[in-house]
């Protein structure tokens, strides 16, 4: 008959006997040798990853016009039901955005949002993205809610404020495809026309004809 010993797995050796007492300090001597990895948030930014999930970024084409067009896609996928848009339509005296529509209302809630990313998903224009900003914490629970131009990405340089007409001779679908790079002579005028006072006007940057 073999040793009972031998069929008892938590049966230590005479060296494991030895060494048992500080066998648990084993990580954290080895870890006392590796470099120190600690940030030092918040005096230096942290290192994110390119497609982070931060804050929501409702994106603007090239002349100007806003992506969104009110679809609410984004909401009816939110799994935490954090989002709400209202549409409105878009008239030639009010033009926000390609289309027959354009986002009025735009709200999320970041109480409830779990930054999952479902909703730029779902987007069918790509208005929605998110972007690497993480910093949302506040004392105020209603700062959390944020509205429409809490999260309308800025003007870039060349861009011309909405709301104005679509490039001429284009319809919505050659904006998705990207054929408008910038806002034309014809859309200058307008706004000049109808919001002389528009800051915008000094920087709008005219590009040729969209090419369909």
């Not at 804050?55 to 992506?67: S, V």
């Not at 011309?160 to 990207?178: C, F, I, K, Q, S």
Request: glycine share 8%.
């Amino acid at each position: 008959m073999p040793d009972e010993s031998f069929f008892r797995p938590d049966e230590k050796g005479a060296i494991g006997k030895f060494f048992a007492p500080v066998a648990g300090y084993g990580v954290t001597i080895t870890s006392m040798f590796e470099p120190t990895v600690t940030e030092q948030y918040p005096f230096d930014p942290p290192v994110l990853a390119p497609r982070f999930h931060g804050r929501h970024r409702l994106n603007r084409y090239a002349d100007g016009l806003e992506k969104c067009i009110g679809c609410e896609l984004c909401a009816w996928a939110c799994p935490a039901d954090a989002i709400l848009v209202e549409a409105a339509p878009n008239t030639p005296e009010a033009q926000y955005s390609p289309g027959e529509r354009y986002g009025r209302v735009y709200q999320i809630n970041y109480l409830r949002c779990i930054f999952c990313g479902m909703c730029i998903e779902a987007c069918p224009t790509r208005a929605l993205t998110m972007s690497n900003d993480f910093e949302l914490a506040t004392h105020d629970r209603t700062s959390l809610i944020y509205e429409k131009q809490d999260i309308l990405a800025d003007l870039q340089d060349g861009m011309l404020a909405a709301p104005h007409p679509m490039v001429e001779g284009t319809t919505d679908g050659d904006y998705y495809r990207g054929a408008v790079t910038g806002p034309t002579q014809s859309q200058i005028d307008w706004v000049r026309e109808n919001r002389p006072e528009d800051p915008t006007l000094n920087s709008a940057t005219v590009v040729k004809e969209a090419q369909r």
